[in-house]
């Protein structure tokens, strides 16, 4: 029923939030791989994406096939696909501010995203932050915090959920860059990586790696 096409594990910070949430909600799916910044990658990734990127998710059902791009899309049908999963809170306004911290996230924090990009598993010196990445950094962790703070369970908000996936990568960015944090969202950053499914990616990241990609 389900295809997801990803980018290289090491690099695609887009492709790990949708691959988690599927890893969540425990419904099988195929992946395809789709090894990026290579001559064909365009190509590639057009076979399948009518915006030129990955990740997507394709789904075939009573005959029909679907195309869902964009990583928070893909994560809100599986939502809706799968309620069982609960991959938002139950409660109301705590499902509206999940859904503000997935949307903060999937908009923002350029200046994060450009000096701390996903090198999933790699760890390397934590570069010359400019001051704007610097405010970016403080707000994120500003959000992990409050949102620990009055979380029931060792996530975000509860039990894991879709504003999990979206900082999933951000999580792996602070590992690999040496990010210094407070207590919490270091013990929030713990949790993430030990998570199976995180296990998995990186098992994925380290044998590109080993097979010579970035």
């Avoid at 419904?27 to 990955?54: C, M, N, W």
């Avoid at 139950?90 to 450009?114: I, T």
């Avoid at 970016?136 to 409050?146: F, G, K, L, N, T």
Wanted: glycine letters at 6%; hydrophobic letters at 45%; charged letters at 25%.
């Amino acid at each position: 029923m389900y295809t997801l096409i990803i980018g290289n594990k090491n690099l695609s910070s887009w492709s790990l939030r949708p691959w988690l949430a599927l890893k969540a909600a425990a419904v099988p799916f195929e992946e395809v791989l789709i090894r990026l910044d290579q001559p064909e990658t365009r190509a590639s990734i057009a076979h399948y994406s009518p915006a030129g990127k990955v990740p997507v998710l394709k789904i075939e059902e009573n005959g029909k096939t679907e195309l869902i791009w964009d990583s928070l899309a893909i994560c809100e049908t599986l939502a809706e696909r799968h309620p069982e999963a609960g991959l938002w809170p139950q409660d109301r306004l705590l499902r509206a501010k999940a859904r503000s911290y997935a949307a903060e996230m999937h908009a923002g924090f350029p200046d994060m995203r450009d000096q701390l990009s996903m090198v999933f598993a790699r760890r390397l010196e934590t570069p010359d932050l400019r001051e704007t990445t610097q405010k970016q950094i403080a707000r994120i962790v500003a959000a992990w915090e409050e949102a620990l703070a009055a979380s029931e369970g060792g996530f975000l908000f509860g039990r894991f959920s879709i504003a999990d996936c979206l900082y999933a990568p951000v999580v792996s960015r602070f590992v690999t860059y040496g990010i210094a944090v407070p207590a919490a969202s270091q013990a929030y950053i713990a949790r993430m990586m030990a998570l199976p499914a995180m296990q998995e990616w990186k098992s994925g990241a380290e044998a590109e790696i080993a097979r010579g990609w970035k």
